[in-house]
């Protein structure tokens, strides 16, 4: 069985901490965080585990594989460090602060022989798999335009903006769905409360097939908002995941162009059929990722969230805030000395 360490414990390491003691398939071993609280924490609650408050310390340990969930400035360093220690490594998304640095830990990953897994939960929940089983199976048609909308209040990030944040979440999931890479991009947004953090932006993509993609991320809205909607030239579909009992609803309408008979003649048919909510099952997406990555571990298969993938993904969110409206470009720090504290 497969050991399993994990670095940062702030606001997301204790979730995956949570899933690994969970989980039959590996043996969850050790944490490591510079803070003494967030590890003497998680220490109390898991105390088989050893506690290392240096990264350097973990890495020299024959723990299999490391799983890295501090802030986006520290994935780049942390990861490159931990693969050539000899470690398969699962970083949280986004896998690095740019393109460049993705790319090179995917290029280390492979030289070492290990897996790099990049750690976009949605991608494994049970309602974005199914609506990418309705476009690949073309029973939504031809699709025509993707919009996204992932609003709250809070929770505002110390070392990136809303786009890196959240819109990260929404650029997988196009990925992923339409297996394409998007050909142009562009973002216009606002930093209301932080000066220079946007907590409000809109982002637009195009890709090669043609599909128009729109998403609006927030961390200043009165409302939780996590809903998607899918048209296509047969169906539409409306992905809620705040629904609580139906995340996904297909509807047969449409508008169909009728061909004119005589000069002159424009007919359109608006067709508004039934709405039918599939079931879609309980499973826990973070623990079918966190699995994922331990079967990867074992078999050597590539990830559907690998390295590559997360290379796309930072490729995505950079073409989008190359053509920034409204505001200069904000450079990510890189706050390595930091780089535990999660």
């Known amino acids: 069985?497969?050991?399993?360490?994990?670095?940062?414990?702030?606001?997301?390491?204790?979730?995956?901490?949570?899933?690994?003691?969970?989980?039959?398939?590996?043996?969850?071993?050790?944490?490591?965080?510079?803070?003494?609280?967030?590890?003497?924490?998680?220490?109390?609650?898991?105390?088989?585990?050893?506690?290392?408050?240096?990264?350097?310390?973990?890495?020299?340990?024959?723990?299999?594989?490391?799983?890295?969930?501090?802030?986006?400035?520290?994935?780049?360093?942390?990861?490159?460090?931990?693969l050539l220690a000899g470690k398969h490594v699962f970083v949280e998304k986004p896998l690095a602060h740019t393109s460049g640095s993705a790319r090179e830990l995917v290029q280390i990953s492979k030289a070492q022989g290990k897996i790099l897994f990049t750690g976009h939960t949605f991608i494994y929940s049970p309602p974005v798999i199914r609506v990418k089983e309705l476009i690949d199976s073309g029973h939504l048609g031809e699709v025509f335009y993707i919009s996204l909308s992932r609003v709250n209040l809070g929770l505002y990030q110390r070392d990136v903006d809303v786009v890196w944040d959240l819109a990260v979440h929404d650029i997988s999931i196009l990925l992923y769905w339409l297996d394409e890479t998007p050909v142009k991009g562009a973002s216009f947004g606002r930093a209301c409360v932080q000066q220079d953090k946007r907590d409000v932006a809109f982002l637009w993509l195009e890709f090669p097939s043609g599909i128009v993609a729109s998403s609006e991320v927030s961390w200043l809205s009165p409302q939780k908002m996590r809903r998607t909607c899918v048209v296509g030239s047969k169906r539409m579909v409306v992905y809620d995941d705040m629904d609580p009992a139906e995340k996904v609803k297909i509807y047969d309408r449409g508008v169909d162009f009728i061909q004119p008979q005589t000069f002159g003649e424009f007919q359109l048919s608006y067709r508004m059929g039934d709405m039918n909510a599939p079931y879609l099952g309980n499973a826990e997406p973070l623990l079918q990722e966190v699995e994922h990555f331990i079967d990867c571990v074992e078999t050597g298969e590539e990830a559907i969230t690998s390295g590559e993938f997360g290379v796309k993904v930072v490729e995505a969110l950079e073409l989008a805030d190359r053509t920034r409206i409204g505001m200069p470009e904000m450079k990510i720090p890189l706050a390595v000395k930091d780089h535990e504290r999660g």
């Open 1 to 82: 069985m497969k050991t399993v360490a994990l670095v940062g414990m702030g606001y997301w390491g204790p979730n995956l901490a949570r899933v690994l003691s969970q989980s039959h398939r590996c043996n969850f071993v050790a944490a490591c965080d510079s803070n003494a609280k967030n590890l003497e924490k998680i220490i109390r609650q898991y105390p088989a585990l050893k506690a290392y408050s240096d990264v350097e310390d973990l890495l020299k340990t024959d723990v299999d594989a490391i799983m890295i969930a501090t802030p986006i400035s520290t994935h780049y360093e942390l990861a490159k460090r931990a």
